[in-house]
């Protein structure tokens, strides 16, 4: 019940085009649910995060789309740019009892140029 | 505003010995997260500590693992007696108190 589910696994898109990140929970206790990027030989860094109640959230050319019902969120970057080529990862956290992150499997994103 | 601090950042132990991992949070940040990545996956919490206390260590193994925060000073990771299977990029994460999580560069533990 604490896993979060990622996918795809990896991820090839064309410079400008839109890269889309699907991730799935199950532990309805989660609320918060941050996307973290991480290059190679880096720390994750946040990137984005939403609560539960509102569906959508923008900042700059990265989105994350929220569905409750179904307990799914996604991270759309729009006008993909070789500079994205990263590992994002999900993650899901719980403000009550288990105050930890739970992470997705990652996804390695490359942009060609 | 310096970020997270993590030394050393490579770390390379023969089995048996002994690792300890620093980590110094972002000024103002009282609470600090020790999560483990092995290679190709996704980060695994291990341990959250507020200053002198251990709040959840539900993800650190049962036996040569320990964490600490002390009152002065950086957080430690210890692993005693290092395994081949405690090969990883361990990251420690600070927060302020509220939802966000910010990463140190991690230390990547090389057991040889």
């Known amino acids: 019940q604490q896993q979060v589910k990622q996918s795809p696994q990896s991820l090839i898109v064309q410079k400008g085009g839109i890269s889309i990140i699907n991730c799935a929970y199950e532990?309805?206790?989660?609320?918060?649910f941050p996307w973290y990027q991480q290059f190679p030989g880096k720390g994750p860094a946040l990137l984005i995060a939403?609560?539960?109640?509102?569906s959508e959230k923008k900042e700059g050319r990265f989105t994350i789309s929220f569905n409750k019902s179904a307990k799914q969120f996604s991270l759309h970057i729009m006008d993909s740019q070789p500079g994205d080529s990263a590992t994002y990862f999900c993650?899901?956290?719980?403000?009550?009892?288990?105050?930890?992150?739970?992470f997705g499997s990652g996804t390695q994103l490359t942009v060609l140029p | 505003n310096a970020g997270v601090m993590q030394n050393p950042r490579h770390l390379v132990r023969r089995r048996g010995q002994e690792a300890r991992l620093r980590c110094s949070p972002m000024?103002?940040?009282?609470?600090v997260y020790w999560y483990r990545q092995l290679p190709e996956e996704g980060l695994k919490f291990m341990v959250y500590?507020?200053?002198?206390?251990?709040?959840?260590e539900s993800g650190m193994p049962k036996e040569r693992f320990s964490a600490e925060f002390p009152k002065e000073g950086p957080s430690i990771l210890r692993i005693q007696q290092v395994v081949r299977g405690d090969s990883a990029a361990y990251f420690c994460?600070?927060?302020?108190?509220?939802?966000?999580?910010?990463f140190g560069p991690g230390t990547r533990l090389t057991v040889l």
């Open positions: 994460a600070s927060s302020p108190g509220t939802l966000e999580q910010f």
């Open positions: 000024k103002g940040h009282s609470h």
């Open positions: 993650a899901a956290f719980s403000s009550g009892s288990a105050r930890q992150l739970t």
């Open positions: 500590l507020q200053k002198e206390n251990i709040i959840d």
């Open positions: 532990n309805t206790a989660f609320d918060y």
């Open positions: 939403i609560r539960p109640d509102v």
